[in-house]
């Protein structure tokens, strides 16, 4: 069969090639083809797409007198030559052998030899927004015998999509476990890792990060950040160009935000027993006292991971006098980003008959706000001078749980501390439907507060009764706490809420990530260990 295999293009990783790759092209076959292997400078590649008349074949087969290409794997360093030799069969069975040799570009290769093996990942902007800076978290797992010490060794590297440029990007690492209890069809000791990083996204675009690793010389990294943490124990002080922010020294929660970006206000509460400013999730179940968060003194068990990327503390353990409720909240703190991301998980282990549960409250003092904002399910957003409102102990309004944003503002400085509400959800663990009516309410008197209640009495007209929790019960919430500038206008006032919010609930989109096709994967689909035999491949 005389047919001709032509190397069209060497090519940098794409989205819809996110690895370094050959373009092959051959003349249309006489009969049909359907490629079984292909080698690159001899060694096999498993990484391939066969194209048929202008179409992915994922049978690997090219019909006879269609236009037949084939773009591989072919890890490509700059200036070259690569042999690429690929193996096919036709519909009786006899082999065709074809083969190809090229020289690569002398640019737009492997971003460094001295790293053995990469990951890849396509970021993708869904709004029409574009990213600039936008904190990514990936997880990992990678073969645990091709890397020795993850947080040394991996590196993110961005790819232009249009130029192929690569770009080391700053990155952490974090989270690593290592499975090793054996290794067979089935397993493969592994590494997982977590791994953080900053993309720029152009908007309505796709982009490809590199996530690189197996350098056991590689030399630790050092990335520029604006990011800084000090202190000590749970009192830290965590800043960045956009805002100071200080940790209650007893209970580890954000007790003051001081806002920059030529504002220089200070966001804070420090009036009512802990007087942090984010105050739950808590918990009011007489004849015991109403306990939150802020209260711990201290948490029963603490974390915090401190690198280029973020800054995390973790906290978590019982509430004060409630040893059947447990709570953990994380903050994370990012380079050059303006909002905190806040989220926390509220768990009941034993029944429990209460008259409040909350979460999602910040409460600050009358010393830079004025005013309240919030958008409605239905994207109005309404405004109130808060002492407009009914004062203590009557609550002064509520707000649908749906509610994307709600914020704390003085419209004169201009600023405001903004909560954009992410992520709720209630769930039952052994007793049928999650018992909860979240809302959010304002309230006022020597402060001003907001806060989510989950199940609720105190406020209402009969608030003596108590409402049964079931054990098992679990609440989470995930929440960005923003301080920002706001607009001068009133065009303009909540834009930065708004499209921080819009980035928010609609992030860079992360694929799955790619690693290579080694030969350790089997050829054939292995089954899963079940619990008894199933045919799956058959109908």
């Not at 993309?199 to 690189?212: E, S």
């Not at 003085?410 to 509400?421: M, Q, T």
Request: with cysteine; aromatic share 12%; hydrophobic share 40%.
């Amino acid at each position: 069969m005389d047919i001709t295999l032509q190397i069209e293009q060497f090519g940098f990783p794409t989205p819809e090639h996110p690895y370094y790759h050959a373009r092959l092209r051959l003349d249309a076959p006489p009969a049909d083809l359907t490629v079984t292997r292909v080698l690159v400078n001899a060694v096999r590649v498993r990484d391939f797409t066969v194209y048929s008349g202008g179409l992915a074949n994922r049978k690997h087969t090219w019909a006879a007198g269609q236009p037949a290409e084939l773009v591989a794997r072919v890890d490509w360093a700059d200036g070259s030559t690569v042999r690429i030799a690929v193996q096919a069969e036709d519909a009786a069975g006899a082999r065709v052998e074809l083969a190809a040799e090229g020289q690569t570009l002398a640019a737009g290769g492997w971003w460094d030899a001295r790293w053995k093996y990469y990951g890849a990942t396509v970021l993708a902007e869904t709004i029409g927004a574009a990213r600039a800076g936008e904190p990514v978290h990936l997880w990992l797992g990678l073969y645990a015998d091709r890397l020795t010490d993850p947080a040394r060794e991996i590196r993110v590297v961005g790819i232009d999509p249009v130029s192929g440029q690569p770009q080391e990007v700053p990155s952490q690492v974090y989270g690593v476990s290592t499975w090793d209890k054996f290794a067979d069809e089935h397993c493969q000791p592994t590494t997982t890792v977590g791994v953080a990083f900053l993309a720029d996204v152009p908007a309505h675009a796709q982009k490809v990060y590199l996530i690189f690793y197996g350098n056991p010389d590689a030399p630790a990294p050092a990335y520029p950040t604006d990011l800084r943490v000090s202190g000590s124990g749970l009192g830290l002080t965590v800043e960045n160009s956009h805002y100071t922010i200080r940790l209650h020294p007893d209970s580890g929660a954000i007790d003051e935000i001081h806002l920059k970006q030529n504002v220089n206000r200070v966001f804070a509460h420090h009036l009512e027993t802990n007087g942090a400013l984010h105050w739950n999730p808590g918990v009011y179940a007489p004849p015991r006292t109403w306990m939150h968060a802020s209260d711990w003194n201290p948490p029963q068990h603490a974390e915090t991971i401190v690198g280029p990327v973020f800054a995390m503390t973790r906290r978590w353990g019982p509430l004060p006098d409630y040893p059947e409720v447990a709570c953990s909240i994380t903050y994370l703190f990012y380079h050059n980003t303006p909002y905190v991301m806040e989220s926390s998980v509220l768990d009941v282990t034993r029944d429990l008959d209460v008259v409040a549960l909350r979460n999602g409250e910040l409460v600050v003092n009358q010393d830079v706000v004025d005013e309240f904002a919030w958008k409605q399910p239905d994207s109005a957003v309404g405004t109130v001078v808060i002492k407009t409102l009914p004062r203590h102990p009557v609550p002064a309004m509520e707000i649908d749980a749906r509610a994307p944003w709600w914020a704390f503002f003085n419209r004169d400085v201009p600023c405001a501390l903004a909560a954009i509400n992410l992520e709720l959800s209630g769930m039952q663990h052994a007793d049928g439907l999650a018992q909860w009516e979240p809302y959010f309410y304002l309230h006022w008197g020597p402060w001003y507060y907001c806060a989510r209640p989950l199940v609720y009495t105190f406020i209402t007209p009969n608030p003596q009764r108590l409402i049964h929790v079931s054990a098992g019960s679990s609440y989470y919430e995930r929440m960005a706490f923003y301080p920002c500038r706001l607009g001068n206008t009133d065009a303009d006032r909540f834009a930065p809420i708004e499209q921080t919010a819009a980035r928010l609930f609609r992030p860079l989109r992360a694929g799955v990530v790619r690693l290579d096709t080694d030969a350790r994967v089997p050829e054939d689909w292995v089954p899963p260990i079940l619990v008894s035999e199933f045919e799956e491949l058959e109908d």
